[in-house]
């Protein structure tokens, strides 16, 4: 993105590394359980502790699943593989080195997103796997308190090349992402538990060299992050008007003061001491390993997304809603397959569904209204026997007990009334009953018309025909 | 031969037959040793668990009188050089970072020992960390040599093998990472081995060199240490650096003649002369015994010591990372922040040569320096092509396992490169991953033992045991006992 100042345009290039937990039952390089809710330091042994004389060994089904990240990333597999030693101190870190990758399980993957211009590729440098640490937490008496349940679960690494421009890019390729890794199920991706992390580093320049590059961290969702890139370039595109210099450094993310602070300065600490780790030995990924994974994905949310805005003639925005969760646009597709209508579908999954699910705090799993339920209601409004208001109260009254819609409406005497003498007796009484409302109206004030059309469906329960109360009110208020 | 001597001086097959015949009960067996390790001054063990070996020992007894099938090691006593986990009980490593450290399991070499019935003793001295070639670096005090006092038993190993050389245990595991089993085992005149390495897990053992470390046995003879090493060697799905091979299988004793190798670029002018005539007149009895001799080129005893130096202390340096002094291990009494509570745990808790090897390393792994590090690998490369070429016309590769006879306790403590150097001939298995054995061959005139080294093709420890069993079969070096323990 280019960002004016004066006369000079300053352009910002972004890249963003990605730690994401890998759904494992147990931890990377020992038998412990993974888990989230457990008690500190209930779920550790001697070599997630790092004891004196123990070795890793490597969880395989963390690597199957990272050979089908590294698939659904379109990104090249290595044969062969080498785990290496991240050399530092710090109290979460329990050998005083992370085990991590040197040449990296994939490399050069991309992730297609959708921007203003069209689809763009967001290319991704590395894909490796290696451990989380443990977990720091800082009392208010000087205390320090350590959890080691986190210590050792298998981490997917993936980092992006620098071509993303803008806030708005990363948090496509953010929201992207974090989908694909849903839909091939290796891990939940909840940024909130820390499953999903990501730290973006962010250069700016005026012209073609690259700017120096800072990194942030602590950002623990994707408002965050959208919000810390922002004020990153802006601070850095600051500093450059004043004619200072960018200091390479770790920034972090002020959720309360929404700024970015200095965290440490890159320069002298970084010095890793990367070195083969010499306790295993190379990691070699066979074609069958491959091959037993590719069966395993999906299609994937672009395609998804190409194909119901082709397949259905829907937009952009609802198509997104739709491929957000794999299985809301499996349960879109049954109901058009079971005969519901494309708009009313869409409406109801869109609108009503999900606001039932976000209202009750609920997943979509509870749900316990099927694809059948949506065709049914749908035959109800094509014949014209309920209005959308009703067919939308249906959805929010049978949401979590699944009844049958031909049940609910019988048992309800849901069924419109369309019998204009009944419905003219109605608005008779209506109009009988507001005699000063009906004066003002007639009198000019035409805003009243609603206000009797609301009363007259009140009396009905709302079943009636809005488009025959309409005609049949305006017919009797002209008579008068 | 009476209860004493076999005690003494009886192979593990021996003795094993006559405590299941009878003629030997384990407590007596037990007892022997642990008045022996009482009563000796050498220092050669940091801890001794009596009553649990006792209680072992009983426990034993009853399995023989409930008729339960024997193990292969059935009432052998042993002992653990401190570096390796025997589950609730200290693992030191000599250190006073590690001083009333526990550890919360078995190395997998203990839990195949006592599978087979052997007796754990106690945990036995060494270098700090293993790091050293004289014992003199232990926290506890340096052990003795049994064969002069005044002389260091060699290093790290050094508790292990003064224990066999003074019967204090049938045998004892020790770990080697440039010599640390077969230079303490030639200083004591006894047998120790390193195997290939990927044949013997290292799980349960705390790591210094990670790509260079194995465990291996230190005993009586080439006999025993092959039916040690057939119990402990095999796969182990906890080290994945083992390989998937058959389990290794005794050897036959056999009349066939050896194709050996040695070679003269050794005898430079540093070697003692009592150990150059030793070596030169085995090989003259080999040669009427009708094997073929022969001289070959090896070159590579010069740069063993400085890329063993610059890869096991780049190892070390992040092996040795874990010791911060949070979770377990020495912690200092009062810090003013995290990097006060590192840098005082660590300065007070470790000693003088394991800063400088973990500095040494941490210096050599800095991206700058990385030329140092990968060359070294080079090199390692090209020791181990050399062999195989050797390997690929000869049985065996024979070198003196050390250029001098054990030195005098604080003769070279202050001198580290000369200490280094005793890894010499040592290193050059571990940095190409070879197999060598050190087996005794005689006394220097004043009395003190020298050991050979023989070498094989990598995991061909059947040829190794082969070979050092014939050389025990037609000579008695193995049988020499310092004054005092016969």
Known sequence: MLTRRGKIMYKATIGIEVHSQIKTRSKMFCSCKVEFLSAPNTNICSICMGEPGVLPHINEKAIMLAIRAALALNARINKKSIFARKNYYYPDLTKGYQITQSIPLAENGYVVINTENGEKKINIHRIHVEEDTGKLFHTNDKVSLIDFNRSGVPLLEIVTDPVIKNEKEAISYLKRLRQIIRYIDISDADMEKGQFRCEPNISVSKDDRRGIKTEVKNLNSLKAVEKAIKYEIERQINILEKGGKVIQQTMLWDEKEQVTKTMRSKEGITEYRYFKEPDLIPLIITNEMINEQKELIPELPQSKFNRLMKEYNIGVNEAEILIDNPHIANYFEKSIEKGCGIKESLGWITTDIMGILNKSEKKFSYLKITPQHLSDLYKYIENKLINMNIAKSILHKIAFTGESVDKYIKSKNLIQITDTKSIEKIIDEVLEENPTEVKRYLEGNNKLFGFFVGQAMKKMGGKANPGIVNKLLKDILNRR | ?486
């Open chain 2, 1 to 486: 031969m009476n209860n004493i001597e076999l005690i003494t001086n009886g192979s593990i097959k021996e003795i094993r037959e006559a405590v299941i015949n009878r003629k030997l009960y384990t407590t007596e067996l037990v007892n022997f040793f642990i008045q022996r390790i009482k009563n000796n001054k050498i220092n050669s063990f940091i801890s001794l668990y009596e009553d649990d070996a006792l209680k072992r020992a009983e426990e034993l007894d009853k399995k023989l009188k409930n008729c339960e099938k024997p193990g292969k090691l059935f009432g052998i006593p042993y002992a653990v050089k401190d570096n390796i986990a025997v589950k609730g009980y200290e693992v030191t490593c000599a250190s006073k970072m590690l001083k009333n450290y526990k550890a919360t399991y078995n190395a997998t070499v203990i839990n195949k020992l006592n599978d087979e019935d052997a007796i754990f003793l106690g945990k036995t001295n060494l270098d700090e960390f293993a790091m050293g070639s004289s014992t003199e670096t232990s926290y506890f005090g340096t052990t003795l040599n049994p064969w002069d006092n005044n002389r260091v038993p060699g290093g790290s190993s050094g508790g292990s093998a003064a224990a066999i050389a003074s019967r204090e245990s049938v045998f004892a595991l020790g770990s080697d990472t440039g010599g640390s089993i077969r230079q303490p085992a030639a200083f004591c005149g006894v047998t120790g081995l390193k195997a290939t390495y990927g044949f013997v897990s290292r799980f349960g053992l705390v790591a210094f060199a990670s790509s260079l470390d194995q465990v291996g046995p230190i005993g009586r003879s080439a006999e025993d240490l092959e039916l040690i090493f057939s119990i402990i060697s095999g796969f182990d799905e906890k080290d994945t650096t083992t390989k998937k091979i058959e389990n290794y299988k005794v050897s036959e004793p056999t009349k066939r003649k050896f194709n050996i190798a040695y070679t003269n670029d050794i005898f430079g002018e540093e070697i003692s002369p009592d150990i150059k005539n030793n070596i030169l007149s085995i090989l003259n009895l080999l040669k009427k015994e009708g094997h073929s001799i022969s001289e070959v080129a090896f070159n590579f005893s010069k740069h063993s010591v400085p890329v063993y130096q610059i890869l096991s202390c780049s190892e070390a340096s992040s092996n040795l990372a874990r010791y911060d002094g949070i979770r377990y291990g020495y912690q200092t009494k009062s810090y003013k922040s995290l990097l006060d509570l590192y840098n005082r745990s660590r300065g007070e808790g470790f000693g003088e040569e394991v800063k400088r090897r973990i500095l040494f390393g941490t210096y050599i792994l800095m991206a700058k320096n990385n030329a140092l590090y990968t060359s070294s690998f080079k090199v390692s490369r090209l020791i181990r092509e050399n062999l195989e070429n050797i390997f690929t016309e000869y049985d065996v590769f024979i070198t003196p396992t050390t250029f001098s006879p054990p030195f005098k306790i604080g003769e070279i403590i202050d001198d580290p490169i000369k200490m280094h150097h005793s890894d010499a001939f040592t290193s050059i298995c571990n940095l190409s991953g070879n197999p060598g054995i050190s087996i005794p061959l005689g006394l220097t005139d004043n009395n003190l033992p020298i050991g050979m080294q023989i070498i094989a093709k990598r995991f061909d420890e059947n040829n190794l045991f082969q070979f050092a069993k014939y050389i025990q079969s037609i000579t008695d070096y193995h049988k020499c006992l310092p004054e005092g323990v016969k």
